[in-house]
């Protein structure tokens, strides 16, 4: 099991899939973004007792920027863990 | 539908649209902004529990720079997903 | 109607002029500013309730940074929309 | 032994494993982490009398940015000096 | 009559004089610096109601760094409108 | 003598030192790092009337950052001057 | 005479000169450090009401990072203006 720290969230990568459930198609080029499911989040960042608040949670779809974060292998499923900040948006 | 987080803001582009309803005729060379309509607003970012007010509202007419943030598709619709940042007036 | 956002103002390019009401020359080698007329100014940027002042006024003849912000057309005239940051002093 | 100072964290790295007990097998193109346990922390840093809470304690295994830190060598044994802001995730 | 905004002073350049009043000769190779008078100076920038003091005043003479700056002609004049801060001293 | 101004450090090089005290073998490819003692402290920056705290003291074997700071000879000895946010551990 | 502004120092080159009177002999190869002498200290920069303060004095000797500052010449001497952060240390 992966842990991210700080604000980072670790995101299950869809294998070439174009459409989501309510049916966006993903643009093909340019291909900035990418598209994927939220399968943990960290405990965000904590400045002078306050902490920033992640406002994606396990099991939300989101578009990210292509190219961010880190990649790594579990069981044959490509992760990426990556900045909150370089998620853009849920897709619903 | 598409969530955008923090200052992310969801604009729906005009196809070859080059006149406003005000009569605004978009600069052609050099063509440094675009022209788009908000679709989808943030939540903003919650500083300090100040949360930075997004000055734009669905359904603006808005002027963005140009090659500033990540293009999508929707049902054969182009979407921009910026920073509101990168929001430079509200056409009316 | 063009309405800037955060601290963007709009100025109206005049054209070829070279000589303002009170004598002033620009130089043309190395033409680095511009001369142009306030015609809309943003609500600036409100950082912890604190909105930052935006020192010019529309109908004010300004020298900004040419090469700096965003240039749009209206009905034949050339506008630009750039951070009162970058303009440089108000000629009187 | 070795104290490192601020955020800094010497981690002992593994010799070609690519596979953690928990069963994640590491991407091997592109490998832009890299696996390590926790040896040493830092006490933070101290900014206006708060102290900077570091997310990893002794014998985590954690994912790191690769090419980060510095190297050093003990008794054969290699290990990396980083930040704590450049751990991805805690691996269990 | 040029009123600079901000921190910007507007600065007379003199015309090929190598030496101050108070026998200041300045360097040639390389020429880093440049001389000039004080002609008017901005109000400052207001930081959470406090403002900062610019350092200089009308008629004192100061170096200040080459190329930093706007150049403007008014009736033949050489000016340069540049940021306080790029003012290095003044001569006396 | 040599007294370092700020957050900078005096550290003496050892030559050509391989091993320390406690058997570290520093590594020598990539060799990053760089091995020296403490010989003189700044007294630290001092911001708002808070003084950052400097964590080494004179005699402190350190692993610094090789290539950082600035090299200067005394009486046949090589003395780097650093700041201290460059050295990564104390070595004991 | 010339007075620094904010944080600014003036420094008196020396000729040639490659021993201190404390006996440092600055190195050759790489020569990333300069001796001067401070002639002149600026006011400081205030900030919120606090001034920081410029930790040398007229007459102290110094080493400063070469290359940094704005070179100007007074009857036949160099002199250097430089922000205080790029002296290293005061040489006694």
Redesign the interface.
């Known amino acids: 099991?992966?842990?991210?720290?700080?604000n980072?969230v670790?995101l299950k990568k869809q294998k070439e899939q174009n459409e989501t459930s309510?049916?966006?198609?993903?643009?093909q080029k340019?291909k900035?973004?990418a598209y994927a499911v939220v399968v943990?989040v960290g405990?965000g960042v904590?400045v002078?007792?306050?902490t920033?608040?992640i406002?994606?949670k396990v099991n939300d779809k989101v578009?990210y920027?292509k190219y961010s974060g880190?990649?790594?292998?579990?069981?044959?499923e490509?992760y990426i863990?990556l900045s909150?900040?370089e998620?853009?948006?849920?897709?619903?």
């Open positions: 099991m992966i842990k991210p720290l700080f980072n670790v309510s049916g966006i198609i993903l643009s340019p900035d973004e943990a405990d904590s002078d007792g306050k920033t608040v406002p994606v578009l920027k880190t990649e790594i292998k579990q069981e044959g490509d863990i909150c900040e998620i853009l948006a849920i897709v619903e």
